[in-house]
């Protein structure tokens, strides 16, 4: 399959682009080729062949979760700028 000019027009009017009839020549080339390459994934044979989602065996590598008592709130708060009903308060940044 092809890639026409027309559609890297398109392609490059939905990107806000605009191309010269070089880059044009030059995308459509390129463009062309990668779906080619693309397209010869589909002639490998893959009978046979479980499908995975990573190429080797995933474990779980994470800590075990165990609760611990956190830091004390008011010896965190002590360093604080400004704070308000127990938390930071830091400036508005969203209207």
């Known amino acids: 399959m092809s890639i026409s ?3 890297v027009k398109h392609i490059a009017n939905l ?3 605009n191309l010269t009839d070089e880059e044009l020549e030059k995308y459509t ?3 062309s080729d990668i ?3 693309a397209n010869e994934l ?3 044979d893959v009978e046979g062949v479980k499908p995975t989602a990573h ?3 995933i474990q779980n590598v994470f800590r075990e979760d165990i609760q611990q008592p956190s830091y004390d709130r008011e010896l965190i708060l002590k360093n604080a700028p400004s704070k308000d009903a127990g938390c930071v308060s830091v400036p508005k940044v969203v209207e």
Request: overall charge negative; glycine content about 0%.
């Open 5 to 7: 000019k027309d559609e």
């Open 42 to 44: 589909s002639n490998i």
């Open 35 to 37: 779906v080619d390459m």
């Open 29 to 31: 080339n390129e463009l």
């Open 15 to 17: 990107s806000k682009l």
């Open 55 to 57: 190429i080797l065996d």
